[in-house]
């Protein structure tokens, strides 16, 4: 595998089975995805984005073809394995947010720490610090939903990467949000991409694909073609998450 890539798939296949109904949801898709690329999945409804972002997240696992990330053949570690790797490596946006409602703001952005073993109070300064860097800090003590949808995805942002992992993916991010606090979203999915963060993101608006710098698109489980952007150089910008997030507000 290639030094640049973050992850790269082998004729990854995936078939649901329902009583006497397969739904074939994948089939043969090779991907590779460069270390600090930020790729798009386009597609009509049940073309296989959300089925592809979870295979790539480990939240599932393939009828069959292969998957690495980072270099390591994860589809064949063992469920445990990969959920520590799902904890260190993968940070997650989805449409809905998935805050959890009984949690603090900030225990929701500590949580992915404490999963990695970090202490209550390491874990608890370190998401203040990814809240203020999304501008989130002040409710900090809300509970998720007390906050608008714009105010809960910066927040879900923070919990993304809290635990600096080198890829996000993301689910429709704006899906919910209208346009201004989409933007923003998408703005600060900008800045993680310019401080080196590999992203995928599956989205149905064009707008927010143009932040890419590929756009795959899907139809019926299979990529039929992709976009280069091209509008995008190599990251020359903060060297680090923290860094780049610094001046967001
Ligand atoms: P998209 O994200 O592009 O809308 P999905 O990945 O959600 O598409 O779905 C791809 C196909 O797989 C669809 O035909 C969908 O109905 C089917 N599918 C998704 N999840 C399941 C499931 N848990 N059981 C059975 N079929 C599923």
Redesign the pocket.
């Known amino acids: 595998m290639s030094t640049t890539a973050a992850l790269r798939t082998r004729d990854l296949s995936k078939v649901?089975r329902?009583g006497e109904v397969e739904?074939t949801?994948l089939s043969g898709i090779h991907l590779t995805v460069d270390r600090g690329e930020f790729v798009a999945l386009m597609?009509p409804?049940?073309?296989?984005?959300?089925?592809l972002l979870g295979l790539l997240g480990l939240l599932d696992a393939p009828t069959s073809g292969t998957y690495e990330l980072g270099g390591v053949d994860v589809t064949s570690l063992s469920r445990r394995q990969q959920a520590l790797t799902r904890r260190g490596q993968i940070g997650f946006v989805f449409q809905s947010f998935n805050l959890i409602d009984e949690l603090t703001v900030e225990q929701n952005v500590a949580l992915p720490l404490r999963y990695l073993g970090t202490s209550r109070a390491e874990a608890e300064e370190r998401a203040t610090a990814a809240l203020e860097r999304v501008g989130m800090a002040h409710r900090r003590g809300h509970r998720p939903s007390q906050l608008s949808g714009g105010q809960q995805q910066r927040v879900a942002v923070a919990r993304a990467v809290v635990a600096e992992p080198p890829l996000v993916l993301a689910d429709e991010p704006t899906g919910n949000l209208d346009t201004e606090n989409g933007t923003a979203v998408m703005s600060l999915l900008s800045d993680l991409h310019a401080a080196g963060t590999t992203l995928v993101m599956?989205t149905h608006s064009e707008a927010d694909a143009s932040h890419a710098q590929r756009v795959l698109r899907m139809l019926d489980g299979r990529v039929i073609g992709e976009d280069r952007l091209g509008r995008y150089a190599p990251p020359t910008g903060p060297e680090t998450v923290t860094q780049a997030l610094a001046g967001v507000s």
Not at 45 to 51: D, N, V
């Open positions: 649901y329902a739904t949801a597609g409804s049940g073309c296989g984005k959300s089925t599956v």
